[in-house]
């Protein structure tokens, strides 16, 4: 029955969507206006071309789309190849069960170790979403090269989004991850159980230093499994993302044909008593900072400011920042990403960002007090 919702829901979503949307042409997708691509960490553009991003070996990460003669039921799905925690190694890893009964499903994701994974008894995980239109194969790049960071090594996670979920096999990929009926689950809450778990066993996990990252619909996703496992979270940093569990967040969502997009949003409150985790939200100017497609539009500077309201009424500590630019991952560098998080571990009470912000976030960021009951 929770199956069934979802799917009805979603196609509804979905066909709204694809009615309205000019980016699609002979079944294939185009690029999205906006660019989700990981801009450069020194000069903070926010476009960049694709030659300008470096890939992995195409051999070691077979990232190959799947076409409609490919698909099939999610029965066979399921019974062709799977791997089980032990067959984990790093890289690529495709078919790892997450979920229990009719929500099970064959995930895959990419892992990356810091050099000695076999040193220490824990490590600092870091989870990384990707957004609309791109790969986690091309985003993992993003955080990649700060695994062996001096100050905080840490296993790097990022999985890949479904293609089966939100448009049913058929392109732009990015958009399939179960973010949008949530009420009584989500598959990707599953598979960040399933693979906190599996790392635990096989690595070992610093429980004070487990973090969540995105951008864009990675951004929606990573708030999503914060406000399920809001105890396993210890800090979140997301770049144009929004949480639609927050009434005003989904009402800023407008219409799409006379319909509130509002209406399809189905997300829980947060547990009364939860870890105020502290998040830094990123987003662009107000009006350049968007995604849309036909008539809808969303605007992830707005988002950011309500969010950050939001969450600080429930007690968290937020870190609200505009680049200025438009839909990127721009302002804010890696080193920027993981300073923070090694700077805020599980249970802080009070950020230390609160007495100042770290050289170079001043121009952009302000610090969001906690609002007081």
Not at 117 to 132: C, Q
Not at 168 to 189: N, R, T, Y
Request: hydrophobic share 35%; net charge negative; proline share 4%.
């Amino acid at each position: 029955m929770k199956k069934m919702k979802k799917v009805f829901l979603i196609a509804i979503l979905f066909v709204l969507v694809v009615a309205c949307s000019s980016n699609k042409e002979n079944g294939k997708n185009e690029e999205p206006d906006t660019d989700d691509r990981v801009a450069d960490d020194e000069t903070h553009q926010d476009t960049e071309t694709e030659d300008e991003i470096e890939y992995p070996d195409e051999e070691e990460f077979d990232d190959e789309e799947i076409n409609d003669s490919e698909l099939q039921d999610d029965e066979s799905d399921t019974e062709e190849e799977t791997i089980e925690c032990e067959d984990v190694v790093e890289g690529m890893n495709r078919g790892l069960i997450a979920g229990t009964g009719n929500n099970e499903l064959p995930r895959d994701f990419i892992i990356r170790f810091p050099e000695n994974i076999g040193s220490r008894d824990k490590w600092p995980v870091v989870f990384l979403f990707h957004g609309y239109g791109d790969s986690a194969v091309n985003f993992e790049n993003f955080l990649k090269s700060e695994v062996n960071n001096i100050d905080m090594p840490f296993i790097l996670i990022t999985p890949v989004a479904r293609d089966d979920l939100f448009t049913f096999g058929i392109p732009p990929k990015g958009l399939d991850w179960d973010m949008i009926d949530i009420e009584d689950g989500s598959a990707e809450v599953d598979l960040f159980d399933v693979l906190l778990q599996c790392v635990d066993s096989r690595w070992g996990v610093d429980e004070e230093r487990v973090y969540l990252s995105g951008f864009s619909a990675g951004a929606i996703t990573a708030n999503s499994i914060a406000l399920f496992r809001p105890e396993k979270i210890a800090s979140v940093f997301t770049y144009s993302g929004a949480h639609f569990s927050n009434p005003d967040a989904r009402e800023a969502l407008g219409e799409i044909s006379g319909i509130k997009v509002s209406d399809f949003f189905s997300w829980p409150d947060f547990e009364e008593n939860h870890n105020k985790y502290t998040q830094v939200l990123v987003s662009g100017a107000e009006g350049k900072d968007t995604w849309a497609t036909g008539g809808f539009a969303i605007d992830f500077n707005q988002m950011a400011d309500l969010d950050s309201q939001y969450l600080a009424s429930l007690g968290h500590s937020v870190i609200l920042c505009d680049h200025g630019g438009g839909h990127s991952m721009s302002g804010l560098s890696k080193k920027d990403v993981v300073r923070f998080f090694l700077d805020h571990p599980a249970q802080v009470e009070t950020s230390p960002y609160k007495s100042g912000l770290p050289e170079g976030w001043e121009d952009i960021c302000q610090f969001v007090e906690k609002i007081q009951e």
